[in-house]
T-cell receptor, first 115, second 116 residues
């Protein structure tokens, strides 16, 4: 069964450092997402991406965040200068167009710890 | 705006008991989707069920069952004969499909502990 894969599974970084989280969505999917879950809290939408541009972003997704699909297979989330409050689990997801509308396929998450 | 409320923060039951997790949602859209995800201690999100707003038929899958009631905007999840492996955080989510832009709004989750 196709799946969304994410790397790294866990990253520890110092405050102020840049971090790139990587995702490989399901190959025929067109819509890509990042969600975030601060420890013990709910999963929150960060950004959606379609046709090589951001289609929607939340208030959380400020100028420190960026997304990119550099090579047609990877989908990355970059945090330019990490803050302590960026410590969270980051989930990548992808969705196909129509068919099973409303269904996201989530990766297993990348846990980011900012010290 | 969409909203999902899971009023039960934590539930503990003894193994083999039945347990129901509540989910109430708010949306003005007439077409929407409801989901339940399981998050075990390892952290990943495990898809359990997807339901669209036009299908109010209840569903049963093994020990799991879901009760969707549009009249009360609820989508409750029942586990019968609970097992220790059911211990996890369970999230209810609401999705609005906007030409393929599938954005989910999650509830705050219910932590379920099954006591052996």
């Amino acid at each position: 069964e196709p799946e969304v894969t994410q790397t790294p599974s866990h990253q520890v970084t110092q405050m102020g450092q840049e971090v790139i989280l990587r995702c490989v969505p399901i190959s025929n999917h067109l819509y890509f997402y990042w969600y975030r879950q601060i420890l013990g809290q709910k999963v929150e939408f960060l950004v959606s991406f379609y046709n090589n541009e951001i289609s929607e972003k939340s208030e959380i997704f400020d100028d420190q965040f960026s997304v990119e699909r550099p090579d047609g297979s990877n989908f990355t989330l970059k945090i330019r200068s990490t803050k302590l409050e960026d410590s969270a689990m980051y989930f990548c997801a992808s969705a196909g167009y129509s068919g099973r509308a409303g269904e996201l396929f989530f990766g297993e998450g990348s846990r980011l710890t900012v010290l | 705006a969409q909203k999902v409320t899971q009023a039960q923060t934590e539930i503990s039951v003894v193994e083999k008991e039945d347990v129901t997790l509540d989910c109430v949602y708010e949306t003005r859209d007439t077409t929407y989707y409801l989901f339940w995800y399981k998050q075990p201690p390892s952290g990943e999100l495990v898809f359990l069920i997807r339901r669209n707003s036009f299908d109010e038929q209840n569903e049963i899958s093994g020990r799991y069952s879901w009760n969707f009631q549009k009249s009360t905007s609820s989508f409750n999840f029942t586990i019968t004969a609970s097992q220790v492996v059911d211990s996890a955080v369970y999230f209810c989510a609401l999705g609005i499909s906007n030409f393929g832009n599938e954005k989910l709004t999650f509830g705050t989750g219910t932590r379920l502990t099954i006591i052996p």
